[in-house]
């Protein structure tokens, strides 16, 4: 069956511009994350949605990032103003529910120049 | 998992070995662990998952170990395969809370 599709799967994009990743979860999964992985390091939680609400935003690294999931399936990441040090790999994962094993997409690479 | 730094841990093994992965975890309240497996420009693969009350759950050529007095987890591979050359990652969680990811172990499968 299907699995977690995110896209674009690689977006570079000048400093100080606007970008969006969108991530489409395995159907029928209610929970979705967002972490974000720098090259040799394990992901990082950026923030949890149950549903159509964000029930965790805790590891959102500052108001430049926020997120959406308005029908509680599809989520979009949004940066605002990106920075260099946004660069890294944004992957999103789903699970059936809470407490239950992540699946995750083969991640968004973004690149800042 | 634990943050330990920038330096990834590499795990040589001989083709038809057993691996042993460590990872250490720093929430005394995580009720639920799971280890991904991650090849090159790929997402996590899940391999296998425990909850907290079981200490240990055996999968096909994989076994998961759990201590909870030390906040100790481990993945035992049996029979490593060139295919199993990959980065492994544990994270824990703890009910209705985001899963914390270590920092990785490099397993490397030498011919």
């Known amino acids: 069956g299907a699995g977690v599709s995110q896209t674009p799967s690689n977006k570079v994009t000048e400093k100080g511009k606007y970008v969006e990743l969108r991530c489409d979860p395995i159907?029928?999964?209610?929970?979705l994350y967002w972490y974000r992985q720098s090259l040799g390091q394990g992901p990082e939680f950026l923030i949890y949605f149950q549903g159509t609400g964000a029930a965790d935003d805790s590891g959102l690294p500052n108001d430049r990032f926020f997120a959406v999931r308005p029908e509680g399936s599809v989520s979009t990441l949004k940066i605002q103003r990106t920075e260099r040090g946004d660069s890294a790999v944004y992957l999103c994962a789903s699970g059936e529910a809470e407490n239950s094993p992540l699946h995750f997409g083969n991640g968004t690479r973004l690149t800042v120049t | 998992g634990e943050s330990v730094g920038l330096h990834l841990p590499t795990l040589s093994v001989q083709e038809g070995d057993n691996s042993i992965i460590n990872c250490a975890y720093s929430n005394s309240a995580s009720d639920y662990f799971i280890w991904y497996k991650q090849e090159s420009g790929k997402g996590p693969q899940f391999i296998i998952d425990?909850?907290?009350?079981?200490d240990k759950r055996q999968g096909q050529r994989v076994t998961v170990l759990l201590n909870k007095t030390v906040k100790h987890l481990s993945l035992q591979i049996a029979a490593t395969q060139p295919g199993d050359s990959a980065v492994y990652f544990c994270?824990?969680?703890?009910?209705?809370?985001?899963?914390?990811f270590g920092p990785g172990t490099r397993l490397s499968v030498l011919p």
């Open positions: 994270a824990d969680s703890s009910y209705g809370q985001n899963f914390v």
């Open positions: 159907s029928g999964h209610t929970a």
């Open positions: 425990i909850r907290s009350n079981m």
